[in-house]
């Protein structure tokens, strides 16, 4: 009976109340999550990432909403029953409890300090790993009663509305919250000064690469894309457009968590008869990484690349 109850608790629990304690457990969830850098980009999703708070709220908004559309429109689809939404809303609101867990365990001495900390890693992964199975155990069992669909049928309309979900979570924050992922805890450096060559030519008058790559590295700190590809040259504006820019550095970031801190003063330069190429160390919150600019005789840009540190 216990058992029954840490998988399906919700022939006893849904509705309103359902949906005023799994609110309370999202709210704490995305509180704690913001206090140890855990942040969930998706439905089935949890990163290490810096945030704040209004962030970490909208991330759970997100992920429940989502969640709740995509499995009350598969249970209208495919329910032979009358279905009321806010038992499906509850429900799937509840089913997030394990998250909490994980936030929790993120404070513990089990969290890895560093991407070298492998033992701690592995424990913390298998135990991520074991919290994520019985989510989406309580997310099936909260499906099935509240659209009251069962058996093999309900399974397979489970994993696809699941799988929806997910992708629907994933888009908005990729396509429509990435500018606010990007503007979160990034170096403290308010003063540096972001040169846009399209006002002016610098880009074509600057010989000096050192410079350029100073004023590229402020536009990254700032995330002004545009003004990064405004240094590149026509077939780097056809391959990578600022979007395409912000999307790369999003997901680079989420990787290797928030961009601290570029060391201008031991970049490395080497000069050829066609191209000029500048490689700056920069520390991301979990990994030393490299910044290789390459640049054409006239200043423009016709490489960027970001290379983990040798």
Same mark, same amino acid.
């Given at each position: 009976?216990?058992?029954?109850?840490?998988?399906?608790?919700?022939?006893?629990?849904?509705?309103?109340?359902?949906?005023?304690?799994?609110?309370?457990?999202?709210?704490?969830?995305?509180?704690?999550?913001?206090i140890n850098s855990i942040i969930f980009d998706g439905v089935i999703d949890a990163h290490v990432f810096d945030h704040y708070f209004p962030l970490a709220f909208l991330a759970q908004a997100v992920d429940w909403v989502s969640l709740f559309l995509i499995m009350w429109l598969a249970g209208v689809c495919f329910s032979k029953s009358k279905i009321r939404a806010i038992d499906v809303a509850g429900t799937m609101a509840?089913?997030?409890?394990?998250?909490?867990?994980?936030?929790?365990?993120?404070?513990?001495?089990?969290?890895?300090?560093?991407?070298?900390?492998?033992?701690?890693?592995?424990?913390?992964?298998?135990?991520?790993?074991?919290?994520?199975?019985?989510?989406?155990?309580?997310?099936?069992?909260?499906?099935?009663?509240?659209?009251?669909?069962?058996?093999?049928?309900?399974?397979?309309?489970?994993?696809?509305?699941?799988?929806?979900?997910?992708?629907?979570?994933?888009?908005?924050?990729?396509?429509?919250?990435?500018?606010?992922?990007?503007?979160?805890?990034?170096?403290?450096?308010?003063?540096?000064?972001?040169?846009?060559?399209?006002?002016?030519?610098?880009?074509?008058?600057?010989?000096?690469?050192?410079?350029?790559?100073?004023? @590229?590295?402020? /536009? =990254? %700190?700032?995330?002004?894309?545009?003004?990064?590809?405004?240094?590149?040259? $026509?077939?780097?504006?056809? +391959?990578?457009?600022?979007?395409?820019?912000?999307?790369?550095?999003?997901?680079?970031?989420?990787?290797?968590?928030?961009?601290?801190?570029?060391?201008?003063?031991?970049?490395?330069?080497?000069?050829?008869?066609?191209?000029?190429?500048?490689? @700056?160390?920069? /520390? =991301? %919150?979990?990994?030393?990484?490299?910044?290789?600019?390459?640049?054409?005789? $006239?200043?423009?840009?016709? +490489?960027?690349?970001?290379?983990?540190?040798?």
């Amino acid at each position: 009976m216990k058992a029954k109850w840490l998988i399906n608790p919700f022939e006893r629990i849904a509705g309103w109340q359902a949906l005023l304690i799994g609110i309370c457990i999202l709210s704490l969830t995305a509180i704690l999550g913001s206090i140890n850098s855990i942040i969930f980009d998706g439905v089935i999703d949890a990163h290490v990432f810096d945030h704040y708070f209004p962030l970490a709220f909208l991330a759970q908004a997100v992920d429940w909403v989502s969640l709740f559309l995509i499995m009350w429109l598969a249970g209208v689809c495919f329910s032979k029953s009358k279905i009321r939404a806010i038992d499906v809303a509850g429900t799937m609101a509840l089913s997030r409890t394990p998250m909490l867990l994980l936030v929790i365990l993120g404070f513990l001495p089990i969290a890895p300090q560093n991407i070298s900390d492998i033992s701690r890693i592995v424990i913390f992964s298998l135990v991520s790993i074991v919290l994520g199975i019985w989510m989406v155990a309580l997310m099936y069992h909260a499906f099935s009663t509240s659209c009251h669909i069962k058996g093999a049928r309900g399974i397979i309309t489970f994993i696809g509305a699941l799988l929806v979900a997910e992708i629907v979570s994933k888009c908005i924050f990729i396509f429509l919250l990435g500018n606010l992922f990007m503007g979160v805890n990034i170096a403290n450096d308010n003063n540096a000064s972001v040169t846009n060559p399209t006002e002016n030519t610098a880009v074509v008058d600057l010989s000096d690469i050192h410079q350029s790559a100073e004023r @590229i590295v402020a /536009a =990254f %700190k700032q995330n002004d894309f545009d003004a990064v590809v405004a240094y590149f040259d $026509d077939k780097m504006k056809e +391959g990578l457009s600022a979007n395409k820019l912000k999307l790369t550095w999003l997901q680079i970031t989420m990787m290797q968590g928030a961009f601290e801190s570029a060391d201008l003063q031991n970049a490395k330069e080497s000069h050829g008869e066609e191209y000029d190429v500048i490689d @700056i160390p920069c /520390a =991301f %919150k979990r990994s030393q990484m490299n910044l290789r600019l390459t640049f054409n005789k $006239d200043g423009t840009i016709g +490489g960027l690349f970001i290379l983990p540190a040798k």
